[in-house]
């Protein structure tokens, strides 16, 4: 039998120990997480002011491409990943996850994908340059020659995506500790399970979409060529049917992880476990008929936007569910708030915030006015920055202590949690308003009247950065640094309550070792 501990460098490489894996997903994703941060940074700089002052128009389009690219598939969803394979098996009572070589063989295969994504910046005509969504025909008929390489970094990405999502599905219902029925799991657990099947379902239909991409340029198909009798629309209905429940495979584990935090800190059961386990396969389902509101402004019949709007209006329902239970968990709670509290608060604020703007977008008649414009940009980054991003930030603080036996520093964990919230809402704010008053996304130069605006933007976002520096300072210190020990129970000091006192299963429900069948 292969080791399952080996050491040193083999230790990482052929590792199928689902902690180690988990902490190289993380790892990566935070990696990731600051490449793209960088990306930003020359966006924001670049809009600081009107006219055109340090890189490129071009340069500047591949910057606004990359930049999605890695958020999405680099730092968000391996950040997720990452967070399963940690808490998976030890929130069912699992010994690790069910297919321990495949899991590292899709971890592995993502660093080799991104190097790939990245060496574009390299290359004649440089990297790809038509938007995360890569639009036919831009990235058809119009790619940069490094399209391919784009081409075949997405095709490595959902190979990984979809092995990862197997593995979940498999442990889940295979590996649960003798007496977890479904409906005893850790909500975590669920909405890792929802979102592997959503992960199924949707990756190859990017691949397809990716590989109509690649006849398309070199093959003398004409999919997307309106000239040769295809259809670049759908290319859009494609991508958003994909693109769609892709959001929301970003999005669900952080509503997990929100989901045991919350009852944590504020002492009390979680509000209407079953009602948030249907409200959450209720999302999934709908995430399935909502992709065209995305597309209002292609001219499909009115039928159609009607349907979609009205499809959209009613995904608003289970996400609102959620809300009001994670409200109603605090509610009269004996609340303390350490950092992964906050973060967690935080979470359900601005994520309420991102979701009040998408229900304005779904209204097909003022989507006219709000499409392509830095509103959308606002909306979906109150959803992801603060939900996605904060919701691993707070799973990192709040189980960082039982990964590591060692307690990070609070106060540094409040400032950071205090610094990104300003600057996230100093960011992301003003971006609503120059975007009712009209400015468009992804342009490098702009009208005098959207200057103050983008002047606010750009101060946040490079505030935004530093500050992850912070946070990448107290994990280095914490782990690696010399940092308090934290007991078995790491939250008792800081709540004042004693473990077996909290009137809620402890917020780890764990078995380090799988508990012995009688």
């Known amino acids: 039998m292969a080791d399952h501990h080996p050491t040193g460098l083999k230790r990482w490489l052929f590792t199928t120990n689902h902690k180690d894996i988990g902490s190289m997903y993380l790892w990566f994703s935070f990696v990731m997480f600051i490449i793209g941060g960088a990306m930003a940074m020359v966006i924001r700089a670049e809009l600081y002011q009107p006219g055109l002052q340090f890189v490129d128009p071009n340069f500047f389009n591949s910057m606004t491409t990359m930049h999605g690219l890695i958020m999405v598939f680099g730092a968000v969803m391996p950040s ?29 295969i993502l660093p080799f994908a991104f190097t790939l994504l990245l060496s574009s910046l390299f290359m004649d005509g440089g990297a790809p340059n038509f938007g995360w969504t890569f639009y036919a025909p831009l990235s058809t008929t119009y790619g940069p020659p490094s399209t391919d390489f784009f081409i075949l970094g997405v095709h490595m990405m959902g190979i990984s995506s979809i092995m990862g999502a197997i593995n979940v599905i498999v442990t889940v219902f295979n590996m649960r500790a003798p007496g977890m029925t479904l409906m ?98 209720s999302i999934a389902l709908l995430s399935f008929v909502v992709w065209a509101h995305h597309m ?25 569910v959620k809300v009001f239970n994670w409200v109603a968990t605090m509610w009269q709670g004996s609340m303390t708030f350490e950092t992964p509290m906050l973060f967690a608060i935080a979470f359900v604020i601005l994520f309420t915030i991102g979701g009040f703007s998408g229900v304005m977008l779904a209204m097909a008649p003022v989507d006219f006015q709000y499409h392509d414009t830095y509103f959308v940009v606002a909306h979906f980054h109150y959803v992801l920055f603060p939900g996605a991003i904060f919701g691993t930030t707070a799973a990192v603080y709040y189980w960082l202590p039982k990964w590591t036996g060692k307690m990070y520093n609070e106060k540094l964990g409040k400032l950071h949690f205090w610094l990104s919230m300003i600057f996230v809402n100093l960011t992301f704010f003003p971006m609503h308003f120059s975007g009712l008053a009209g400015m468009p996304r992804r342009i490098p130069d702009y009208n005098m009247m959207f200057a103050d605006f983008n002047q606010l933007a750009s101060i946040g976002a490079f505030g935004l950065g530093l500050t992850q520096i912070l946070f990448l300072a107290i994990l280095i210190k914490t782990i690696w640094g010399k940092a308090e020990k934290s007991s078995d129970k790491p939250w008792d000091g800081a709540t004042g309550l004693e473990w077996e006192q909290l009137p809620c299963p402890a917020p780890y429900h764990t078995f380090d070792t799988p508990p012995k069948v009688s």
């Open 80 to 108: 997720m990943v990452g967070l399963a394979n940690w808490l998976i098996p030890m929130q069912i009572g699992a010994p690790d996850m069910a297919l321990p070589r495949m899991n590292n063989w899709s971890f592995w």
């Open 296 to 320: 209002f402004t292609v001219g499909m019949p009115v039928a159609g936007e009607l349907f979609f709007m009205i499809a959209t209006m009613l995904i608003a329902v289970p996400t609102g």
């Open 184 to 281: 005893k799991m850790p909500l975590f657990v669920w909405t890792w399970v929802i979102t592997a099947f959503l992960l199924i379902m949707v990756m190859p239909v990017l691949a397809g979409a990716v590989t109509m991409m690649l006849t398309d340029r070199h093959f003398g198909t004409s999919f997307f060529d309106a000239a040769g009798g295809g259809d670049p629309v759908l290319f859009q209905h494609i991508f958003w049917f994909f693109g769609h429940p892709e959001v929301y495979i970003m999005i669900l584990p952080a509503f997990g992880v929100a989901s045991e935090i919350i009852p944590a800190f504020a002492r009390k059961k979680l509000f209407g476990y079953s009602s948030m386990v249907y409200a959450t396969a």
